[in-house]
């Protein structure tokens, strides 16, 4: 008994989006309250989202509660349907997803292309949840199972990532409640009623169609006017560029203030973990957060290299790039010109001046027709993938890979045009 | 000064759309306060969805007041860009959208294919304006212009009717509101701040083109969700039948209870609306509203003539039809066979068992590619499209009207078959 | 099984203020499609309120549906908590508020002021009841008991009717919801989490103190900005004068339009309701709601009787009275000038003049001290009421009535003076 | 004309709370740009109160911005009734009310009894200010004298600062939010609507009274249930103990991480803050936020001073003192058995068991009678103290503080004793 429910224990978070959370399990519980996890705290779920939408504050933390909350209310609306979903399996489900993204670091995106190039953090995550497995005596080995997609019930799985996981339907809304991005939200508790699960599949009934629709539409808008809004991308370019700098100078034997993660991170030269130092990695890892990229970077203000400190003032004061967007690459040339630009003004070298022009670009597709598909269930029992079952989606081009460009400069250029 | 603001009079309605809402001008003021107008208090907005979705009794009179704030904000926004709005403009284009619904009846789509054929609601608008100026001494003229399209800044006009006008902003958010469908939920005031004028047209600057792909999205997913619900189309078709029921037994001479408004329509032949009776025509409508057609029906609930006892019972005590949906017309042979068994079941005639088994079509389109289309403003100055301008959506689909067919039935039906 | 859920039915409602809700019980199902729960879609929750806050068009339909959804979150935590209560007693006290307001007519308060004088909704509650009961063959029983208040675990009683019942806990965040006034929103959600059960009475956990001193002052707003608030009032009184005309004109003989069920009333010699005509008057009361006054009223616009068309006038195109309000009765004299102005300027008498020249009080106490208190709980087990464990509101003032004086009159009298 | 409006730069933040909120003047662009603004982006508004409600990751910078929009509205009411406030004023008192709150630091509590010592934010404020006063050539003298209540015009300092200035109705209203205790919400629209100013005082319209009687009421229940909720006085402990501890061990000339500023006031004498050094002071201050403190508390979970250690660990992994509140204080005699305990437990000496063994005392009163009255304005102009109008309010409660002593211990004591 004491193992499939939440006994004696607090049992309510308050939560701003859904109201009161309840903790399901015991365990549940103690995975919460673990450091690892409680580190969540400390990361922004959007990174430096909050320079343009002030509210978008919220942690990984609550993200990861409010999915577990939506996983409570998916399994009772697929038992409701008559499918078997049995104590143990839904405590292992939602094991899996609160733990889904446990080995985030701080700002991923910028994270992942400099100080851990080439360790994805669903590698952590996994890491994370087999040191946890360990000191909880393989308690959580179900739930790591459906997180691997190796259980025999696929949907659990499915549940806790696909294109239509409790993952995104808590996302999208919590993003959309905290930059203030109302159009952005989704009908989250009606998606989750249409849930439904054939041949061990998860499948939406046909009258979620326009809920379907909605969603990927939202996500979309989601994607185009908060995740790649240009001034979020120009400012993770700067955090980029800053700890690239940074770890250059390092390499270089410059003397610079870290805290103990960071510096750890910033002298490990990069796509070097391996199994002889993971054990050390893991705990760094653990302990790095937003706070020690901005507390070295106030640090950095002051640095007399020139590129660190512009670009550290740049995030602490957010003095942010001019960012320019374009469907094509922009020419070698343009991007040449404006870094001579750049490095006659500052009176630095052309290589540096590469830390303050940038160009690169991003990329979003809204619905992926290779795997995962999302499957609609009609009342005869036939199946048709979401793409077949709207007539009105060009779901051609929302599967089509948008690729846009951007070219990023310090914003005194203009003046020097 | 009186004229073009609201001085001395009652100038804040509370509305949970949004809020307190000024009145912004006396004469707004006056044609609230008017007969005319308070009659839509009378109107719900939706007529029989509260079947459906039962917080759905928001009236026509509360639609026409939130619309009318649109306007204020919509005016605000397009006067920051630069483009001059007078104060005698701001106050046509209020009056037009603040009386565009003024000529509904109760019911409109029911009644406008029964008691009042072939007389839409648009020429009873413009009538009853007519109406009012003639009592305000003219003061309505430049708000009909507008209303007409006849003046020349044609984008005002686009602003009370278009695919982009203040009154669907304002109803698909209201409905949305009060029937619980919280993912219709349009971002009116984003889709506000996008709006711009280019040559005298109405258009969306470019960055608002996600909230316009959630628009048409969401307002799908209404069409569907709501406004054609297949419980909300039975229920319409039971008023319509009762309504011809009530006709034909008026036509023989039947005696039947009906308020006295109702009764001048019943006892109307339909279709004979013209110049003769235009002032009864109008002082009748004027008085009738969702109440007479609740009394009556209440009390043909006991009428002897078998159909119409049926029928009223039907709507009074929310008894409504069965109802199958398909995307192509039902076969005639099958339609025959149920009139069979509904007139031997209650031995009734089979030209009777036609007002019980009803089979017809409804139709939607999203989107229009045929006029007062959607323009989308780049940065450069250049006009596209919305159908050109998205990739997303399937706009030839949005555009193409989609028919599906009904068939309704007594439920009694399915235990003979 | 079937008995005690909710099998092969519809099960879910879709209301604007909770999102989903669902239906517990079969027999609460059928509960709902019968008559006479249906005709409650016909009367507003509000009367007439909506003549000052538009949105307040919502129905005794959906508060009804509402309070018993509260029902089931309240039965859940009492249940959490330790306390007993088998699925026949959820189910009886379910139903008990399902049923609350049966015999609820259209505009309770000035109906009971004229047509059915001495005759309360909570009598007719009981009263339809009984006949539902009849037609469940007694399944009602249980329900029943608790709500006449003899069932042994009083607790049960004082979930549908006691100072913190669900019935104030839905319809004041309900009102608040459609009327816009949200300074008057509750939590509701917050104050059933903290009901407990002791000693077969409903008590609040201590920590709930703050709730509940929150929502005797949301209620007491609520009585006098929406509930009293002055125009509402006066609204009210043209209402009950409009009818009470009606009532001596019949009596008087004089032909007079009318609903055939608001005739049978007008006519029924008020407080003369007994034994003999029991089922008369039950029938007819179930066919009268909101529609036929306003269907009546707008025939008698244009009656010859002068007093009965100005009320009438009044009502059909909201022509208010004026109101004074004032903490004492309102001198004979200053009442007595009003009418003779008023009997003056109509050439009507001056017992005629008393239906437009009217004065009379409203009162209103936010907690009553005498039966029913909220107790409070603190860790130890030990209760204490409100009154004494709230050092913050002064109860003594809460608990006193507060009575105003209003007297109504024509607008057009200011101008004689 | 640049002066008094915002002209050509970005317009528009969006906000979770208010939507779209409006930049109306050029300088308040200029002042939001600026790095002692732009660092309140790194100072949660509530501290410590995340640890019990997972969303209050709000930061002061959101509530600036907020209280600003606040005094717009407000600035439009005070006119449209009818009182001067000249473009000149509103943009004073516009700049009075953004950076009311630019010398908090992090934590505020917890560092004015710790490191700051005897230098209040409100100092610290002012000295900001004419720093940016400076800088910006005097552009801000008359938003200073309104601050520093030395301007003729009372009620703008009054709408800064008082009872019932917009910064209340912004933080009470924005905490209740991000918190998610909805409750505590208020109506901060219809209170703002009701400000008026008689003989140059902020007054409220009678008709306010209820709503600011909710106010009040509200304003409690935040801050039992959040500010001084048992949890989140206990986290300040916490905090405040870690600080003391690292300053001692600092004194002592032990070695200890932290950040660059940190470690100023680490090593700065508390209380030391004089003009020698108040450059220094200022400068330190300002780049001192929240990331300083938790990356520093990380790095001191493993100090080989053991309660240092402690502490930080508990701040870091939310390891939290369980605490009891009482009426009363804690005798002496308990509290050092519980330190004996501690010390015997950890092998500590008795001055260290102090560190973690804590008692004082959290006051609060919801309404003062002393001084900045809420005033109420009656129709015949006569005005009244809130506590006189309001029957209900027990003023006398609400003005008396409130006091409660608490004892904070680590958790395993219970497992001792």
Redesign the interface.
């Known amino acids: 008994m004491g193992k499939n429910s939440c006994t004696n224990k607090l049992k309510?978070?308050?939560?701003?989006?859904y109201?009161?959370i309840k903790i399901p399990f015991d365990i549940i519980y103690d995975l919460i309250?673990h450091?690892l996890f409680?580190r969540l705290?400390?990361i922004?779920q959007l990174g430096l989202t909050?320079f343009?939408?002030?509210?978008a504050?919220?942690?990984r933390?609550?993200h990861a509660?409010g999915a577990m909350h939506l996983m409570g209310l998916a399994i009772e609306v697929i038992r409701s349907k008559g499918h078997d979903i049995t104590m143990e399996e839904a405590r292992g489900v939602t094991i899996a997803i609160l733990l889904h993204d446990i080995g985030h670091g701080p700002f991923s995106h910028s994270l992942e292309h400099s100080l851990i190039r080439d360790t994805s953090h669903e590698t952590i995550s996994l890491m994370y949840m087999e040191q946890l497995n360990e000191s909880f005596n393989g308690d959580l080995d179900l739930g790591m199972e459906i997180f691997r997609n190796r259980y025999h019930k696929k949907f659990l799985h499915q549940l806790v990532s696909s294109q239509l996981d409790v993952d995104r339907l808590d996302y999208l809304k919590r993003d959309s409640?905290?930059?203030?991005?109302?159009?952005g939200?989704?009908?989250s508790?009606?998606i989750i009623?249409m849930l439904n699960v054939l041949d061990d599949q998860l499948v939406v009934d046909e009258k979620g169609i326009?809920?379907i629709?909605?969603f990927l539409?939202?996500r979309?808008?989601m994607y185009?006017?908060v995740y790649l809004h240009r001034t979020v991308v120009s400012s993770e370019q700067l955090l980029l560029m800053m700890l690239k700098r940074a770890q250059l100078l390092t390499a270089n034997g410059m003397q610079l203030?870290a805290?103990?993660?960071l510096s750890y991170f910033l002298g490990n030269e990069p796509g070097k973990f391996d199994l002889s130092n993971k054990k050390a990695f893991l705990e760094q890892f653990a302990?790095l957060?937003?706070?020690?990229i901005?507390?070295s970077a106030?640090?950095w203000c002051n640095h007399k290299d020139r590129v660190l400190s512009i670009l550290s003032n740049g995030l602490?004061?957010?003095v942010l790039f001019s960012v320019k967007l374009d469907n094509n690459p922009f020419e070698n040339d343009l991007i040449e010109r404006m870094r001579k630009k750049v490095s006659g003004h500052l009176s630095i070298s052309s290589d540096e001046a590469e830390y303050l022009v940038v160009s690169d670009s991003i990329s979003n597709y809204?619905y992926s027709d290779m795997d995962d598909r999302i499957t609609i269930l009609d009342k005869k029992g036939n199946t048709r993938d979401i793409a077949d079952a709207s007539?009105?989606?060009?779901i051609s081009?929302?599967s089509k890979t948008?690729r846009k460009y951007f070219l990023c400069y310090p914003k005194f250029i203009k003046e020097l045009s």
Chains 1, 2, 3, 4 share one sequence.
């Not at 409640?177 to 159009?183: D, L, P, R």
């Not at 957060?289 to 020690?292: H, K, L, V």
């Not at 007539?391 to 060009?394: A, G, R, T, Y």
């Open positions: 309510i978070i308050n939560d701003p989006v109201g009161f309250e450091p409680q705290r400390r922004r909050q343009v939408y002030p509210g504050n919220h942690t933390f609550q509660v409640f905290f930059t203030g991005v109302t159009e939200v989704i009908g508790d009606r009623k326009y809920s629709e909605k539409i939202a979309r808008l185009w006017q203030f805290t103990p993660a302990s957060d937003d706070n020690d901005f507390t106030k640090v602490v004061n957010r809204a007539d009105m989606l060009n081009v929302l948008v």
